[in-house]
């Protein structure tokens, strides 16, 4: 069989060693570990096997990949991932025809999950596939409950691509597909993005040559059940809903990193009928987050509420995992106690 390899062709660079991990070919001493990992059924939840899986599938699973030393087009193969020198998990790239478009998945033992393995297993891999073998997309499928893996790929520059109702059978049940997909040139993109803490952040005001870039701007996927899309803050700003019977009045601004649009902040004013300023909506661009603009965006809001006479903020949030409770708290809101439409609300002391 002709060996594509990692690398290019003719060459094949398995094992490949990271930080934390060792990636290489499984071989028969790892099936009880394989059958193992694949039988707990919280690894096998948003899989597509069934459970239990036995030993004697482990060995033939592995057994048929004896021939393959790496991706190669119109084959699937499963990656071991080691870690301490034991079995964590696996990596699975399965290959177009041409070489060209790469399928994806992972799956780490229980043990092993919650400390980034996955995420450092999945990147070199990716990193092998675009930049050794010169491939044209990578792209991968979940149960949209599968939030854990949903934020993975975002971390790694998926683009979510859309879901197909009831599209895969697992687990007992017809479940949804959720899409994400990379190409070549959208994985540089994403790895040429800003990274540093800016050295200015400014809330800036919109205008009629900003606000179609404004409008583009995003969260991941996952953060959509929290943080409401573009649209939806506009739609509320320009016709918003009364609140006690009285109009809510929107104040909103476009943060600005060192010069480029990173997110949007927008607030419901202090009136007679609401004595405290709220917190509407706080969106960080996906490109641009973990650089510490939500925290400063947060601080200009705050001097701009002091400065006009404001003692308090308030805001509330969806309780849940990914959500920006401890974002919230870590800042000093503090919970009052009220919960309204599932919403926890905190009030901030300016």
């Known amino acids: 069989m002709r060996d594509l390899g990692f690398g290019g062709v003719g060459e094949v660079v398995l094992p490949i060693v990271t930080e934390r991990l060792r990636l290489r070919r499984f071989g028969p001493d790892d099936a009880p570990a394989f059958a193992a990992y694949r039988s707990d059924p919280v690894v096998a939840r948003y899989q597509s096997w069934a459970t239990p899986f036995d030993l004697e599938a482990a060995e033939r699973f592995i057994a048929d990949q004896a021939d393959l030393d790496g991706p190669t087009p119109g084959e699937w193969i499963q990656i071991a991932v080691e870690h301490g020198g034991e079995l964590a998990g696996d990596v699975a790239v399965g290959l177009d025809g041409d070489g060209q478009i790469a399928s994806i998945g992972y799956t780490l033992a229980a043990a092993y999950q919650g400390r980034g393995l996955a ?27 599968n939030l854990a893996s949903a934020r993975l790929l975002e971390d790694l520059g998926f683009d979510f691509e859309g879901t197909s109702a009831s599209a895969v059978f697992a687990g007992g049940e017809w479940t949804d597909d959720a899409r994400y997909g990379l190409t070549a040139d959208r994985r540089q993109a994403w790895l040429d993005r800003p990274r540093r803490r800016p050295d200015d952040v400014r809330l800036v005001e919109i205008t009629p040559e900003t606000v179609h870039d404004v409008v583009r701007l995003a ?42 649009l990173a997110g949007f902040v927008m607030i419901a004013e202090r009136t007679a009928a609401h004595p405290e300023a709220y917190l509407w909506r706080l969106l960080i661009d996906r490109r641009h987050q973990r650089r510490g603009i939500g925290d400063r965006g947060l601080e200009l809001l705050a001097e701009h509420l002091r400065a006009d006479g404001h003692d308090t903020l308030l805001v509330s949030w969806h309780p849940g995992a990914g959500g920006p409770e401890a974002f919230y708290l870590a800042r000093g809101f503090v919970p009052t106690g009220v919960v309204e439409d599932e919403e926890i609300e905190a009030r901030l002391h300016l």
């Open 119 to 145: 995420r450092e297993a999945v990147r070199v891999v990716l990193d092998q596939l675009f930049d050794g073998m010169g491939i044209h997309r990578a792209e991968a499928g979940l149960d949209p409950r």
């Open 219 to 260: 969260t991941h996927d996952s953060q959509r059940r929290f943080v409401a899309p573009m649209a939806h803050s506009f739609a509320d700003a320009l016709a918003p809903e009364p609140e006690n019977g009285v109009p809510v009045v929107p104040w909103f601004r476009a943060i600005e990193a060192d010069g480029e």
